[in-house]
């Protein structure tokens, strides 16, 4: 049963959907991190230096002081400005991508519906017979 239930997860795993699904996560990672870096190393240190030297990841709301009894309480929106802006990049990327992949397989539909055809109708039977033939092979019928 255990070597039955291995086989399976085996099979499963060795997909090819699984493996693109794999790579892409480990890609996507990897992308997030580059964004990450980018947003909070190159756009908003000259954001903060024109707005008057300000780090947006210091910034925030102390609710509760620390004190030798308890940590800093803080809303730190700051921070969450710089998720907001990795976030826009990696979806604005996203939507490129998606708009690139969809007018290319548009593209490519189009091509599909134009190529010459590789059949015609015999006219006596209606069915379907390859473009070269001189003769219907459903009905025997002679057709030009």
Known sequence: M???????????AMRGN???MAVGIIIGAAFGKIVSSLVEDVIM????????NVDFSDLKLIL??????????????GAFLNTVISFIIV???????IKAINTL??????????AA??????????????????????CTSQIK
């Not at 979806?91 to 991508?97: E, N």
């Not at 473009?131 to 459903?138: D, F, L, S, V």
């Open 2 to 12: 255990i070597k039955n239930f291995l086989n399976e997860f085996k099979t499963f």
């Open 18 to 20: 699984v493996m693109d």
């Open 45 to 52: 240190p000259p954001i903060g230096w024109v707005l008057g």
């Open 64 to 77: 509760v002081q620390k004190s030798a009894e308890a940590e800093e309480v803080a809303i730190k929106y």
């Open 91 to 97: 979806a604005f990327a996203v939507f490129i991508l």
């Open 105 to 114: 397989q548009a593209k490519m539909i189009k091509e599909e519906a134009e």
């Open 117 to 138: 055809p590789t059949t015609k109708k015999c006219p006596y039977c209606c069915s379907d017979v390859a473009i070269e033939a001189t003769r219907c092979p459903h």
